[in-house]
């Protein structure tokens, strides 16, 4: 049986098990984990195959991922959006020098970034999991601090950092996991990107 067909097979049936409403997504989690151990797929594996990922696109801005040998199995991820200025340079060096180590992003008044942040969790956590609000969570801890904010000058993270791209991925790992610390979701990690061609993550799962 070749791949297409065991992966249409096994949606066919597990749709029909988990019917799931937009905006579910706790329903989209156990779709995904009925998917990936589906006794058609796993005996496809057994061959030269072996599955690696299945992702599942719950919405735009929700996907769920799960690597069947790993822990945590399932990941949920949830994009978000942020706008803010910055500016790499290296304090007491001259604009000559700020210009050449970090080009346009070492202009001396700053200038802003439309960045996308992708968070990480394990869901996999049981019912007390459900209560909790992710994207509430994400906003009082992370948005409020660093959305429409000069990050050298309006935030207290970048005085002994540069508001790198790297930089920004660990401060908002480091907030994230104080904020999740003892919540039955836990947290995975983060990925930020400052264009679409340039990101960081903390994560090889995000
Ligand atoms: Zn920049």
Known sequence: MSID?????????ALAEHPCGEGDTWAHVALLQRIATDPLLRGL????????????????????????????????LRDYEFAASHRLAVEGLPDEANLALFG???NPNGHGHNY????AVDPGHG???????LDAIVESSVLQHLDHKHLNLDTPYFSDRLPS????AI??????????DGSP?????????????????????V
């Open 45 to 76: 594996a057994r061959g030269s195959t072996t599955i690696q990922q299945v992702s599942l696109s719950a919405s735009p801005y929700t996907t769920l991922t799960m690597r069947p040998h790993t822990s945590p199995a399932v990941v949920l």
């Open 5 to 13: 067909e065991a992966v249409r097979l096994t949606l066919q049936s």
């Open 171 to 180: 401060t908002i790992h480091e907030l994230m996991a104080a904020a999740l």
């Open 116 to 119: 996308r942040l992708r968070v």
């Open 104 to 106: 346009k992003c070492s």
């Open 185 to 205: 979701l836990s947290f995975v990690g983060v990925r930020v990107w400052e264009t679409d061609r340039t990101s960081a993550s903390t994560s090889d799962r």
């Open 127 to 133: 019912p007390d999991a459900l209560a909790v609000d």
């Open 165 to 168: 791209v790297e930089n920004i």
